[in-house]
C-alpha cells in the first residue's frame, strides 16, 4: 500500500542517478578536451559543443541547452531545499527523521547540479574562447590575419544583447513559476496522493468531510492536509517567482478561481473527500508542455545573447591586439 510512495521516490532518485552519471562525466570530459591544449581534442570537443539542438524553427547548440538545463535544475533544487528545510523546521510530524532525509537528498541534488551548472559553463566559454582564437594549442606555423571593426557598432551591439538576454530571463520566470509549482506537488503531494488511493480510498467513497466518521473522518482529515499542503506549494512557488507570480493571479482571474483557504472549504463543501483527493495534485497537462517549450527556449535564447556579449567582446579583443 505503499508503492505509489516508493515508487515515486525511486524515480526520483533515478533521474538524478542517471544526471549523475551522464550530464556531469560529458561536461568533465569536454572541459578536459578542451583545456588539453592538443589540435586534435580540442577540435573534437568544439564539433561537440557545437551540435545543433533544433526547437522549432530556433537552434541552439548543445553547450547552450545543457547550460540551461543545469541552470534550472539547480535553482528548482534550491527552492526544494529550503522548502525541505522549512517543513522539517517546523512541522510537528513525528516522522521527522524522513522530513532530515529529504533535506539531505535536496541539498545532494542542489550540490549535484551546481557541478554540473559549472562543468558546462566552463565548457560553453572554452568552446567560446577557442572558437574565437583566444585559446589555441601552440601554433605551428604561419601567423593568424587581423580582422578589424568598428569598436563603436560593437559596443552598442552588445548592449542589444545583455538586454535581450534580460528581457528572455524575465519572460522564463513566468514557465519556471509553474514548473517549479509542480515539481513541489510530485515531491509532497503526489506520492502521499498515492498512498491514500491504496489504503483508505474505497471504503470512504461518496464521504464528505462534514459526515465522516471513525476510519473515514481521519481520511478525510489526511486529505484535508494534502489539499494544504498543496495550496503551499502554490504559495512557496509563487513566492519564489515575481513575474510568475503575478501572471498565475491574473491567469486565476480570468478562470474566476481564488487561491486560499476559501478554496480549500468550498471544495470540501461540494465533493467528497475522495473526489478531492482525486484531483488534488491535478494539472493541466497542455499548459504543463507550453510552460515547458517557452521555458527552455527563453532560457536558451538569454544563454544565446548573453554569450554573444562574450563573442563580441573576444572579437573586439583580437582585433586590437593583432
Not at 22 to 43: I, K, Y
Not at 49 to 56: A, D, N, W, Y
Not at 101 to 122: I, K, M, P, T
Request: aromatic share 8%; net charge positive.
Amino acid at each position: 500500500f505503499i508503492v505509489g510512495e516508493k515508487l515515486q521516490a525511486l524515480r526520483s532518485a533515478m533521474a538524478w542517478v542517471l544526471f549523475a552519471w551522464t550530464v556531469l562525466p560529458c561536461g568533465a570530459g569536454l572541459v578536459l578536451l578542451l583545456s588539453s591544449g592538443r589540435r586534435a581534442p580540442m577540435w573534437a570537443a568544439g564539433q561537440v559543443l557545437s551540435t545543433p539542438v533544433m526547437m522549432g524553427r530556433f537552434q541552439f547548440s548543445i553547450a547552450s541547452v545543457m547550460t540551461g538545463f543545469c541552470m534550472v535544475m539547480t535553482m528548482l533544487s534550491y527552492s526544494s531545499l529550503q522548502r525541505s528545510e522549512l517543513r522539517a523546521a517546523v512541522s510537528a510530524n513525528p516522522d521527522h527523521d524522513q522530513l532530515m532525509r529529504d533535506v539531505f537528498c535536496q541539498g545532494r541534488n542542489l550540490y549535484v547540479s551546481l557541478l554540473g551548472l559549472s562543468l558546462w559553463a566552463v565548457a560553453w566559454r572554452l568552446k567560446a574562447l577557442y572558437d574565437t582564437k583566444r585559446l589555441t594549442p601552440p601554433p605551428q606555423s604561419g601567423t593568424v590575419g587581423a580582422r578589424g571593426g568598428s569598436g563603436g557598432s560593437r559596443g552598442h551591439t552588445r548592449w542589444l544583447y545583455i538586454l535581450l538576454g534580460c528581457l528572455c530571463v524575465l519572460v522564463a520566470d513566468i514557465p519556471v513559476c509553474r514548473i517549479n509549482y509542480n515539481l513541489q506537488l510530485a515531491m509532497y503531494v503526489t506520492p502521499k496522493k498515492m498512498t491514500l488511493m491504496a489504503t483508505s480510498a474505497t471504503r470512504c467513497e461518496g464521504i464528505t468531510r462534514s459526515i465522516a466518521q471513525g476510519e473515514c473522518a481521519q481520511f478525510c482529515t489526511e486529505v484535508l492536509g494534502l489539499a494544504e499542503e498543496r495550496d503551499a506549494a502554490l504559495r512557496w512557488a509563487r513566492d519564489w517567482h515575481l513575474l510568475g507570480r503575478v501572471a498565475a493571479e491574473i491567469f486565476d482571474r480570468s478562470r474566476g478561481v481564488q487561491q486560499g483557504v476559501e478554496r480549500i472549504d468550498e471544495l470540501f463543501a461540494k465533493r467528497s473527500c475522495l473526489e478531492v483527493l482525486r484531483s488534488v495534485d491535478k494539472s493541466n497537462v497542455l499548459v504543463n508542455w507550453v510552460c515547458k517549450g517557452l521555458a527552455a527556449v527563453s532560457l536558451l535564447g538569454a544563454f544565446t545573447a548573453f554569450a554573444s556579449v562574450y563573442v563580441e567582446a573576444d572579437q573586439e579583443g583580437n582585433a586590437k591586439r593583432d
